[in-house]
Every structure is written in C-alpha cells, then in structure tokens.
C-alpha cells in the first residue's frame, strides 16, 4: 500500500497512482503489479493512451506518423478511388481494400476500414440499392437488390455477401439504374439486368446473368450506364443505345 495525498491506496493495482504516487496510467491502461500496462497485447501507449499501431491513423507503425487517409498493418494507404451519392460513400485504397460508410439499409451494410481484400475498382447506382465491384485478375461481384437481375448472379437472388458474376479479364465496370454492364480488356462489352428500353441490346427482356457481347463496330474504349440507356466510346466515336425519351442517345428523341 501507499499513502497518496494523505490516502492509502494500493500501488499495485491503482491505476491513478500505480507503483507511485501520481503514476497515472495511460487511457484504456490498467495497473497490474505496479507496472501500467495496455489491456491488449499489440497495443501501445501514444499520446497517454493505448493504441494499435497497426491501423491507428494517428499512430500508423510508430506513435506520432499520421496518415492522410487510412493505416493498414502498420503502413499508411492514400486513396486511389471515391463513389458517393445521395446516402452512402465509398473509398478504395490503394491496397485493394476499402472503407464504405452512410445508408445501410437493405442489405448495403456499412464495413470497417479494410473490410474487402483485392477491389481494384468499384461502381454503384443511387437508386440501385446495390453495388459492384472490380477484383484483381478482373474478376466482377455484386451484392444487394438483385430486382431484374442486376446482381448478376443468376436465380441466387439478393444477397448482402458479394456474389460472383462468372466474369473475368473485366477493366472497367458500369452501374445504371436498373443494369450493369462490363468491359473487358479485349474491347468487348457485356451488360445485364432489366432490357425494358434496350439498354442492353438483344431481344431478352431481363438478363440475370452477363450476356453476350453488345455488337459494336470495333473494341470499346470506354462504357457508361444511365438509367435507361448506355453509352461506349469506339475508335473515337460515341454509339449509345436503349431509351431516348429525352434525347440521351445524342439523337433527336422526335
């Protein structure tokens, strides 16, 4: 025991005077044996607190190295994508992982920093209720409202889990309303989901799984997805097709 301030207290075991009168352990310290020491074992004091070094952006690796944008395993990550709309944001960093957070509501949950391994890019619709994201090796999945088929996934249905595509050696992603579509490094273009205004090209009225190559004059440069409507870029030139009601094909709607 020591007397502190005119008090017996127990240096062994207070935290507020542990081994010596005053020695206040650190925030989330506890006093054991005299000696402060930080609940948890990968855990340090920085800054009067115990922090993991490991993903604390504040104290990235060594107490004092502050991140930008996120620590993961002890190394800072900068930001190499943003996606945000009316309820809900997503950000990928560069190693692949990402953070979302917002709306959760129907199956979108929000996830921890480094909730997802190997997303290289990512695509979601305000209005969709879902999201879609581009792995390494161009590997596409989709989770969320499969309404029309949008998931991807065949007769699997909604799912708050990522949901594979099938598809592979996919470069860049396109999330409309109520379709998806997906270009591969070959130039070719696949789309799936609702076709009520040919947004996805072919006689099918709902695609649930990524169906065959839109017919374009050459490979595409680039793809876009509306709410009714999608767009590609070929050798420089723009081809759109589905609904038009407004112009959105670039043509007059009359």
């Not at 879902?130 to 996934?153: H, I, K, S």
């Not at 799984?209 to 839109?214: A, I």
């Not at 081809?239 to 959105?248: R, S």
Request: hydrophobic content about 30%; overall charge negative; some cysteine.
């Amino acid at each position: 025991p020591l007397v502190c301030g005119g008090v017996c207290v127990s240096g062994g075991t207070d935290p507020t005077n542990c081994g010596a009168c005053g020695n206040v352990c650190a925030t989330g310290a506890t006093c054991s044996g005299g000696a402060c020491n930080c609940r948890y074992s990968d855990q340090e004091v920085c800054s009067g607190a115990c922090v993991d070094t490991s993903d604390d952006p504040n104290h990235c690796g060594t107490c004092g190295t502050t991140c930008a944008v996120a620590c993961t395993t002890g190394v800072c990550n900068t930001a190499v994508h943003i996606d945000a709309d009316g309820d809900h944001t997503v950000m990928v960093l560069a190693d692949g992982r990402f953070a979302e957070w917002g709306d959760g509501t129907y199956l979108l949950r929000d996830e921890p920093p480094n909730g997802l391994v190997d997303v290289v890019s990512y695509s979601r619709f305000s209005t969709g209720k879902r999201e879609c994201a581009l792995f390494t090796g161009g590997v596409v999945r989709c989770r969320g409202n499969d309404l029309y088929g949008v998931l991807g996934n065949g007769p699997a249905g909604s799912t708050g889990t990522w949901s594979d595509t099938g598809l592979s050696g996919v470069v860049e992603l396109a999330v409309g309303d109520r379709h998806n579509c997906a270009r591969r490094s070959t130039g070719g273009i696949t789309c799936w989901g609702s076709n009520a205004s040919g947004q996805l090209t072919g006689s099918d009225s709902v695609l649930t799984s990524p169906g065959p190559d839109v017919a374009l004059p050459g490979p595409a440069a680039s793809v876009s997805a509306g709410r009714f409507h999608t767009c590609a870029v070929v050798a420089s030139e723009l081809w759109c097709w589905g609904a038009n009601a407004v112009g959105q094909l670039g043509v007059d709607p009359t």
